[in-house]
């Protein structure tokens, strides 16, 4: 579904991606792994048309990214929930879900909005509120609610999981895999590699630009070096 | 000092102030939502303002020449002019946005800043340019119509003439249509979306450039609309006449809080209302020391008072830092 081949991103002189290539198919959830500053998110912004690469190609469903603006990757079916959730804070919970679907004009807006407001209930109780309110759960939900409204095909997460309480991990770790199995794409940068793994059907690991590691997330899983270096043994 | 006289001008007072501030708060949204979505103060914004004046006189000249100021309804040819004001105006502005400062979209702060002064001392000498080559003058004097000039006398002290409150009707129609626009729509949404986070609303789909140039447009065009106003309500313009108003109404976009529209709109009648207070009670109360001349020294101080006390503004908040 989504290839990236060779990919360069620079941040003026910051040479940040050197050459990252990888795969996800239709249905999977694949995790993006690395430690702080190894070019996570860099990746992810590339693909949604963030940032532009120096070299390289991203193809997605067989046709190229190549030079498609930001608000113009969302209609290709993609989504990218960003780190740092970046809701609307301004906003009420139910305008943030309505510029989620800024674009559509089909009829299965109202549907996708009853769907959000299955997978996380507390979104459909904080309806009226202004989103910079919400606590950081739910403005974690309210940022993956919002990119859902788009009906993508393909789900980018940024550390969904970041400065969650365990058990909200857990909780959105479970959603997580609950939407994959409703049929979208997933690509999850995550830190807590032990968590991602445990959802994820393969995994990519980045060292600082480059792709060190591949292989199912079993494997990786199983792997020395990842095991010292991403979970803590 | 005769208390009675004091009391009895007051609804007078708060009905000029009223007038005058409706202007500014009008003014003022442009101001404050170009701010909004891009941190950046258009100081061509006044002369934006007096283009719509400069289009408004143009039309009702040209109207009257051909005999048909007085032939066709009044109400239609207000509405007439302050639709061209609008659409020149807002036309200007987007115009304005895409030549003179998105290429700038990176640069340095004080770049784009200074763009936007050599704009606005262009547009000042393009007016006059043009006018002085047309008409041969460059201060112009808004034709009248007889109806607008009729007086009701609401009591004995207090009167209102049909031209203001076609000043107070146009200016509440306006700020009511755009508040329901920014608040209301879609469209709306996006245009709060993009000023707090330009790279998330990207993500949404929406495009920034576009939402850029719409708000040039409607800020544009509640510019010209008041500068029509302007002209009906006080007649005499000159290509210069928009810096005053255009610094007060700036003022007036600070003082509620730059970036926030309601605050605009609170900000500029707050600023008109102290002008006017100012301008009839100081020589009254001062026993003539200082006359009406000095009443933008204490409108000012009184604002000056105000942002020591509430540095973000009547309705202003923590101003974010931009990711
Ligand atoms: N705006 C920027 N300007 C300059 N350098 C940047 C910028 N953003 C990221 N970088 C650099 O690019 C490299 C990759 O950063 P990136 O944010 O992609 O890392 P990451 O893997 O997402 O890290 P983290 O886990 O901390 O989020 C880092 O060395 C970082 O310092
Ligand atoms: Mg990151």
Same mark, same amino acid.
């Given at each position: 579904?989504?290839?990236?081949?060779?990919?360069?991103?620079?941040?003026?002189?910051?040479?940040?991606?050197?050459?990252?290539?990888?795969?996800?198919?239709?249905?999977?959830?694949?995790?993006?792994?690395?430690?702080?500053?190894?070019?996570?998110?860099?990746?992810?912004?590339?693909?949604?048309?963030?940032?532009?690469?120096?070299?390289?190609?991203?193809?997605?469903?067989?046709?190229?990214?190549?030079?498609?603006?930001?608000?113009?990757?969302?209609?290709?079916?993609?989504?990218?929930?960003?780190?740092?959730?970046?809701?609307?804070?301004?906003?009420?919970?139910?305008?943030?879900?309505?510029?989620?679907?800024?674009?559509?004009?089909?009829?299965?807006?109202?549907?996708?909005?009853?769907?959000?407001?299955?997978?996380?209930?507390?979104?459909?109780?904080?309806?009226?509120?202004?989103?910079?309110?919400?606590?950081?759960?739910?403005?974690?939900?309210?940022?993956?609610?919002?990119?859902?409204?788009?009906?993508?095909?393909?789900?980018?997460?940024?550390?969904?999981?970041?400065?969650?309480?365990?058990?909200?991990?857990?909780?959105?770790?479970?959603?997580?895999?609950?939407?994959?199995?409703?049929?979208?794409?997933?690509?999850?940068?995550?830190?807590?590699?032990?968590?991602?793994?445990?959802?994820?059907?393969?995994?990519?690991?980045?060292?600082?630009?480059?792709?060190?590691?591949?292989?199912?997330?079993?494997?990786?899983?199983?792997?020395?070096?990842?095991?010292?270096?991403?979970?803590?043994? | 000092?005769?208390?009675?006289?004091?009391?009895?001008?007051?609804?007078?007072?708060?009905?000029?102030?009223?007038?005058?501030?409706?202007?500014?708060?009008?003014?003022?949204?442009?101001?404050?939502?170009?701010?909004?979505?891009?941190?950046?103060?258009?100081?061509?914004?006044?002369?934006?303002?007096?283009?719509?004046?400069?289009?408004?006189?143009?039309?009702?000249?040209?109207?009257?020449?051909?005999?048909?100021?007085?032939?066709?309804?009044?109400?239609?040819?207000?509405?007439? #002019?302050? %639709? @061209?004001?609008? *659409?020149?105006? /807002? +036309? !200007?502005?987007?115009? =304005?946005? &895409?030549?003179?400062?998105?290429?700038?979209?990176?640069?340095?702060?004080?770049?784009?800043?200074?763009?936007?002064?050599?704009?606005?001392?262009?547009?000042?000498?393009?007016?006059?340019?043009?006018?002085?080559?047309?008409?041969?003058?460059?201060?112009?004097?808004?034709?009248?119509?007889?109806?607008?000039?009729?007086?009701?006398?609401?009591?004995?002290?207090?009167?209102?003439?049909?031209?203001?409150?076609? #000043?107070? %009707? @146009?200016?509440? *129609?306006?700020? /009511? +249509? !755009?508040?329901?626009? =920014?608040? &209301?729509?879609?469209?709306?949404?996006?245009?709060?979306?993009?000023?707090?986070?330009?790279?998330?609303?990207?993500?949404?789909?929406?495009?920034?450039?576009?939402?850029?140039?719409?708000?040039?447009?409607?800020?544009?065009?509640?510019?010209?609309?008041?500068?029509?106003?302007?002209?009906?309500?006080?007649?005499?313009?000159?290509?210069?006449?928009?810096?005053?108003?255009?610094?007060?109404?700036?003022?007036?976009?600070?003082?509620?809080?730059?970036?926030?529209?309601?605050?605009?709109?609170?900000?500029?009648?707050?600023?008109?209302?102290?002008?006017?207070?100012?301008?009839?009670?100081?020589?009254?109360?001062?026993?003539?020391?200082?006359?009406?001349?000095?009443?933008?020294?204490?409108?000012?101080?009184?604002?000056?008072?105000?942002?020591?006390?509430?540095?973000?503004?009547?309705?202003?908040?923590?101003?974010?830092?931009?990711?």
């Amino acid at each position: 579904m989504l290839r990236i081949d060779d990919l360069h991103v620079y941040y003026g002189e910051i040479h940040a991606l050197k050459g990252v290539g990888l795969e996800v198919c239709r249905g999977e959830i694949v995790a993006l792994l690395g430690n702080n500053g190894a070019g996570k998110t860099t990746t992810l912004k590339t693909i949604s048309g963030l940032l532009s690469p120096r070299r390289g190609h991203i193809t997605l469903e067989e046709r190229s990214l190549a030079g498609v603006a930001a608000h113009d990757v969302v209609l290709r079916g993609v989504a990218h929930v960003p780190e740092g959730r970046r809701i609307f804070n301004r906003l009420t919970v139910r305008e943030n879900l309505t510029m989620g679907a800024y674009l559509r004009t089909d009829d299965g807006i109202e549907p996708d909005l009853e769907r959000v407001f299955t997978l996380f209930p507390r979104l459909k109780e904080r309806i009226g509120q202004v989103a910079g309110t919400l606590s950081g759960g739910e403005q974690q939900m309210l940022a993956i609610g919002r990119a859902l409204m788009a009906s993508p095909r393909l789900l980018l997460l940024d550390e969904p999981s970041m400065g969650l309480a365990p058990v909200l991990v857990e909780q959105i770790f479970a959603t997580i895999r609950e939407i994959n199995q409703q049929g979208t794409t997933i690509l999850l940068v995550e830190q807590n590699a032990a968590m991602a793994l445990e959802i994820a059907h393969r995994g990519y690991v980045l060292e600082t630009g480059v792709i060190a590691l591949t292989g199912s997330a079993a494997e990786l899983g199983e792997n020395a070096d990842v095991r010292r270096a991403y979970l803590g043994e | 000092m005769d208390l009675p006289l004091l009391l009895g001008i007051l609804p007078q007072v708060l009905l000029d102030g009223l007038i005058l501030g409706f202007m500014y708060a009008l003014i003022a949204l442009g101001y404050t939502m170009v701010y909004g979505v891009l941190e950046f103060i258009n100081f061509a914004h006044s002369e934006i303002f007096i283009v719509g004046a400069f289009v408004g006189v143009e039309l009702l000249l040209g109207l009257k020449s051909a005999g048909l100021l007085d032939a066709l309804p009044w109400p239609l040819v207000l509405v007439l #002019v302050l %639709v @061209a004001g609008m *659409a020149a105006s /807002g +036309v !200007l502005a987007v115009t =304005v946005e &895409r030549v003179a400062y998105r290429p700038l979209r990176h640069a340095p702060r004080l770049i784009p800043l200074i763009s936007a002064i050599g704009i606005s001392f262009f547009l000042q000498d393009a007016i006059r340019l043009f006018e002085s080559l047309w008409r041969n003058a460059f201060n112009l004097v808004y034709p009248t119509m007889d109806v607008l000039n009729v007086r009701f006398e609401l009591t004995q002290t207090v009167d209102v003439s049909v031209k203001s409150l076609v #000043v107070i %009707v @146009a200016a509440l *129609a306006m700020l /009511g +249509v !755009l508040h329901l626009l =920014v608040n &209301r729509t879609k469209v709306g949404t996006a245009i709060r979306a993009v000023a707090e986070d330009q790279a998330a609303a990207s993500l949404m789909g929406i495009n920034v450039n576009r939402i850029i140039s719409l708000t040039f447009l409607i800020g544009g065009a509640m510019g010209g609309a008041a500068g029509v106003l302007f002209g009906v309500q006080y007649g005499l313009i000159n290509p210069y006449t928009g810096f005053i108003p255009g610094l007060k109404a700036f003022t007036a976009a600070v003082l509620g809080g730059i970036g926030n529209i309601p605050g605009a709109m609170l900000g500029g009648l707050v600023l008109g209302l102290l002008e006017a207070l100012a301008a009839s009670y100081l020589s009254l109360l001062t026993g003539g020391a200082f006359g009406a001349e000095y009443k933008d020294i204490f409108a000012f101080s009184v604002l000056i008072v105000i942002l020591i006390f509430r540095p973000k503004g009547l309705l202003g908040e923590v101003i974010r830092g931009r990711a």
